[in-house]
């Protein structure tokens, strides 16, 4: 059953499940960080307030995020058609994996930035700063850590929803595990694809925690 | 002193929240501080006090009145102006609010970065101003490495970097032990007369303003009650609120109750040998009892203070007011409180 040619299957499918994860997350904090941070500087406790804007970019990722993947992954087809030409393959899966992914990374970010002490953000005020600079050096920097374990999470995060992707042809190992696995009920394939995936989860998580650690200079 | 103040503030009232839950944080305060000053503002916590330091570098915007920066009104500046002005006035808290990912020294070049000096003429003005403050071999130091002490000396340094012409304290040193409190307390002395700083001191500690201070100012309930220079204000407290502060709960503030006259004597230096009150009894004849004293000898001299009563009887008063004049004692009556 695990022939060559299967396992020459799975490495490709490895191969596209991480360039869907990667490029998506990467992708998804491009939108997701500039995002976050405008709910966390426009919150009433922020440092420009403005209840208009928070509540209608909040209101935007709310709904984004109240709509299950699976049914969104189907929903943006046109859209998914109209960039990238397709609507299969790991490529077409990039599309739904941003718009999903980049409101929860919004979010994410948003709650590392609101960790960030509300004095130390009022001192840089006291010598200057404008709203960008608190934004760029004192949020940013500052909450660095807290970022990087929320980026750990994103990508897993991520990595979950590109799976589930294989049910519309999105390529990867979750079309594996579907196609042999869910399909041709081969159980050991669909095993060894959950296998891989929850190694996979660990490798980033932990990663994550080690970058995250090694740059806080709070703990010594 | 000049004669136009560093920082004067006029009138000034700042209200949170609006109609029913509108909480008055400071009423009327008029306040002028001049340049080279080290000016004290006490309260008890909830006063006002971190709300009116905060009106003046207008983090805090002031409901109405204003606030002048060497002679300009700077509640009308635009954003930009004030962020400005605000290079002109440094800020030091309770908490150090020290960038915790960054160490000392790109701590102190924060200021400078935001000013746009170019990033080796910023490390070399840091160094100096790591020197100053005597943590020239911290510069590598992340906040989390330093002890409490030591971090505010590098909020001072960053505070002092672009050059201001007032340092503000909030409760700086209220997180401290009274050691290192000393050792802060000196250091802000030091700097105020090597480089004329003016520094305005917000805090709830009579130590502190009794050390450094020249001039006080007493909040109470949103108020400023009693301003003044330290020992006119710590001699002779006029208010209820000066009072409270300066001696402490159950120690002193008590009603009067009673007959007789409740006179305050004030020693400032007087020589310890000279029995002054048996001798004030035996030339006046007059039976007085000690209701409260608290005086302490220093090198053979008396200070403090303390209250006696007397006996209903002009006379008796008049004799031993005559005596405390040629003793050279100042005194004044008590009313009502004591």
């Known amino acids: 059953m695990f022939n060559e040619g299967m396992w020459l299957l799975v490495g490709q499918g490895l191969l596209e499940t991480l360039y869907m994860t990667i490029v998506s997350t990467l992708m ?22 403005s209840p208009t804007v928070n509540r ?17 992954l189907v929903a943006v087809m046109p859209v998914t058609r109209f960039i990238t030409g397709t609507s299969i393959g790991s490529t077409a899966t990039v599309v739904p994996l941003v718009i999903a992914a980049a409101p929860f990374v919004a979010r994410l970010v948003e709650s590392s930035a609101k960790e960030v002490d509300r004095g130390v953000i009022e001192a840089s005020l006291s010598m200057g700063a404008s709203t960008m600079e608190v934004v760029c050096k ?34 990867g190992l979750g079309n594996i595990a579907i196609n042999y696995g869910y399909y041709r009920s081969q159980t050991d394939i669909m095993l060894v694809m959950v296998a891989i995936l929850v190694l996979i989860v660990q490798v980033f998580q932990e990663i994550g925690n080690l970058i995250a650690n090694k740059c806080d200079k709070r703990i010594r | 002193m000049s004669k136009i103040p560093t920082v004067q503030i006029n009138n000034l009232n700042k209200t949170f929240g609006t109609g029913d839950g509108a909480v008055v944080a400071l009423d009327d305060i008029n306040i002028s501080i001049y340049q080279g000053e080290i000016f004290g503002i ?49 800020m030091i808290f309770q908490g150090f609010n020290l960038l915790m990912q960054r160490n000392a020294l790109d701590n102190v070049c924060f200021p400078l970065e935001l000013v746009g000096m170019p990033r080796k003429e910023a490390k070399e003005r840091a160094r100096e101003l790591l020197r100053t403050v005597g943590l020239a071999d911290k510069e590598k130091a992340y906040p989390a490495q330093l002890s409490g002490g030591q971090k505010q000396r590098v909020a001072i340094a960053r505070a002092l970097a672009t050059n201001p012409k007032v340092l503000l304290c909030d409760e700086a040193t209220s997180a401290l032990d009274p050691t ?13 007369q090597k480089l004329g700083l003016t520094v305005i001191i917000i805090t709830h500690e009579m130590k502190v303003i009794e050390q450094i201070c020249n001039r006080v100012a007493i909040i109470d309930n949103s108020r400023i009650e009693e301003i003044g220079t330290v020992d006119e204000v710590f001699r002779h407290p006029k208010t209820m609120a000066a009072k409270k502060l300066i001696f402490p709960k159950g120690e002193y503030v008590e009603k009067i109750s009673g007959d007789g006259k409740y006179l305050r004597l004030v ?15 035996l030339k006046c004849g007059a039976p007085v009892s000690i209701v409260f004293a608290n005086t302490k000898n220093i090198d053979g001299q008396v200070f403090g203070h303390m209250i006696i ?12 007011s005559k005596y405390l004049d040629i003793e050279n004692i100042t005194y004044s009556e008590e009313k009502d409180y004591v």
């Open chain 2, 309 to 320: 009563k007397l006996p209903d009887d002009e006379e008796v008063f008049r004799k031993i």
């Open chain 1, 56 to 72: 209608i970019v909040g209101g935007i990722v709310n709904v984004l995020r109240s709509v299950p993947f699976i049914i969104l």
């Open chain 1, 28 to 49: 998804a904090y491009i939108i997701g960080l500039p995002v976050g941070m405008l709910l966390a500087v426009t919150d009433k406790e922020g440092i420009r307030p």
């Open chain 2, 42 to 90: 006490i309260g008890l916590s909830g006063a006002g006090k971190s709300t009116l330091v905060r009106c003046i570098n207008l983090l805090e915007k002031p409901t109405t009145g204003s606030v002048i920066f060497e002679g300009v009104d700077i509640t009308t500046y635009s954003d930009n102006q004030l962020r400005k002005v605000r290079q002109s006035i440094g």
């Open chain 2, 267 to 281: 020693f400032e230096g007087n020589s310890a040998d000279r029995p002054i009150i048996a001798n004030m009894v």
């Open chain 2, 180 to 192: 290192t409190t000393q050792s802060i307390l000196a250091l802000l002395k030091e700097l105020n």
């Open chain 1, 138 to 171: 004192v949020l940013l920097p500052e909450a660095k850590p807290s970022l990087i374990v929320g980026a750990a999470i994103a990508t897993t995060t991520i990595l979950g929803y590109s799976a589930m992707s294989g049910f519309v042809g999105g390529g």
